[in-house]
């Protein structure tokens, strides 16, 4: 079983950074997935970035350019910086683990973006 803890979200102004965080523990897949997911009030969740321990990162066009996402395997942690955030970015934002057929969801944390 893999368990993951989220923390780091937070009410902040449009323009404004946050810094999320993703603790991976339990049965690590040598090869897996750590990534971010959103869903805003009223709206389908939907992928915002992702992290393979490989190395290889990639994010929706939406935050390209203002967030990154990052991982320390050593930790099994995911990192999402998201800089010069909008109010379209609130929401609650979900961190999950894939590796093989094995899919597991965080709790979730909420992001506010005031205009």
Known sequence: ??????????LVQAGGSLRLSCAASGSIGR?????W??????????????????GTTNSADSVKGRFTI?????????????????PEDTGVYYCHYQAGGSSVWGQGTQV???S
């Open 1 to 10: 079983q893999v368990q993951l803890v989220e923390s780091g979200g937070g």
């Open 31 to 35: 090869i897996n997935i750590l990534g």
């Open 37 to 54: 997911f959103r869903q805003a009030p009223g709206k389908q969740r939907e992928w915002v970035a992702g992290a393979i321990s490989t």
């Open 70 to 86: 990052s991982r320390e395997n050593a930790r099994n942690t995911v990192y999402l910086q998201m800089d010069n955030l909008k």
């Open 112 to 114: 506010t973006v005031s």
